[in-house]
């Protein structure tokens, strides 16, 4: 276990924003992981447990507790089976996108679609994971954790997760820290059927086909290419945390209001909002939509201009190259005010934020 003090967080996330931790902590084993939060419980310390960094906006001022960074990587596969399918124990400091390339190698089909999204295979279940028509938790077994209330390390299946759209048990709270996650893959040269429709698209199939594994991920990451989602270091434009606001979900009578606000916005034969059904009754809208007719177009920003809308897609806010996190939060605040006045809905963030709020 090594230990580092004042050490800048902003180079530890994809934001690449945010002061330094009083104390880090990089945990290399479960064990390790394990005695590392014990300790800052037992101390009644601040704890901030760190993955890949994709999902944080780290205040300015930085954390004054202890970060304990999760760095235990190992793959290991249990069984392996046509009918029960591939059950892969993945350490929640796995690189995510290694696991998914790892997973298109060997045949096994799942996550394809999941290609390119930064950050930790243990922060996958807690914001449940998504995009072009897969969640992680279709494909979740079951997530052992370190259960801080308790003191002792639990197993919860997929159904004890709560897994809902980009929500989940560990997302409500504290109390649960990710030591790994047990995957069900199924074995076939084959991708799921495919669910989006520009994927489809690209891929010259309608939606519901299967295609090669490798097909199918070369497609979805060069779908988030066009989107500056694939991390690139000379690419401002993927200094993110991806999407930052989640696509509203809206009851019957909500949706109605918002294409009543749409109409008088945008006039009769204007563009109506996207829809979608949700599986909980409700109706999904698109964010990247609601901002766009807002009047936040690609690119837009405030003074200092050191954080603006990404020049590829108007769902993710980005550093320019010297950003802080008090400017990541100013637009932020500026396009979710602007979208509640144009169209009464209220953008839920993404990430979370660390010592400061939206």
């Avoid at 507790?65 to 046509?82: C, F, K, Y």
């Avoid at 999941?114 to 998504?130: D, E, F, K, M, R």
């Avoid at 801080?148 to 759209?165: D, I, K, M, S």
């Avoid at 086909?209 to 989602?229: I, Y």
Wanted: aromatic share 6%; net charge negative; glycine share 10%.
């Amino acid at each position: 276990m090594r230990e580092e003090h004042d050490v800048p967080l902003a180079s530890l996330t994809t934001m690449r924003v945010g002061g330094p931790a009083a104390r880090l902590v990089t945990a290399e084993s479960i064990d390790e992981l394990v005695d590392a939060v014990r300790e800052v419980d037992d101390a009644d310390e601040p704890l901030l447990v760190l993955g890949g960094g994709s999902n944080l906006v780290v205040a300015d001022d930085g954390f004054p507790g202890t970060v304990v960074r999760v760095a235990h990587d190992d793959i290991t596969v249990e069984s392996s089976d046509l009918c029960a399918g591939v059950m892969v124990r993945v350490g929640a400091g796995a690189v995510w996108d290694e696991l998914v390339a790892r997973a298109v190698g060997e045949g096994w089909s799942g996550v394809e679609a999941l290609s390119g999204i930064p950050g930790s295979a243990g922060a996958t279940p807690v914001q449940n994971v998504g995009a072009y028509g897969q969640e992680v938790a279709q494909t979740i077994a079951s997530v052992r954790v370190w259960d801080r209330a308790e003191q002792q390390v639990r197993t919860l299946v997929a159904h004890e997760c709560r897994f809902t759209y980009r929500h989940s048990l560990f997302k409500a709270t504290t109390r649960y820290v990710v030591l790994d996650v047990l995957f069900q893959l199924t074995p076939s040269d084959l991708s799921q059927p495919i669910a989006y429709a520009d994927l489809a698209r690209q891929l010259g199939v309608s939606p519901g086909e299967r295609v090669p594994l490798a097909e199918a991920r070369e497609a979805v990451l060069a779908q988030r290419r066009l989107r500056g989602m694939v991390l690139d270091g000379a690419d401002h434009d993927t200094w993110s945390c991806g999407s930052f606001f989640t696509n509203p979900i809206l009851s019957a009578g909500r949706f109605a209001d918002l294409e009543s606000r749409a109409r008088g916005r945008l006039g009769a034969d204007g563009p109506m909002p996207p829809r979608f059904p949700d599986a909980d009754g409700g109706i999904k809208t698109s964010a990247a939509w609601l901002i766009d007719q807002a009047g936040f177009g690609k690119g837009h920003s405030i003074p200092p201009h050191r954080a603006a809308l990404s020049t590829k897609h108007t769902l993710a806010i980005t550093n320019r190259g010297d950003a802080s996190a008090a400017d990541v939060a100013a637009l932020a605040r500026e396009i979710r005010a602007g979208v509640h006045e144009a169209f009464g809905v209220t953008l839920v963030n993404e990430p979370v934020f660390v010592g400061h709020e939206l």
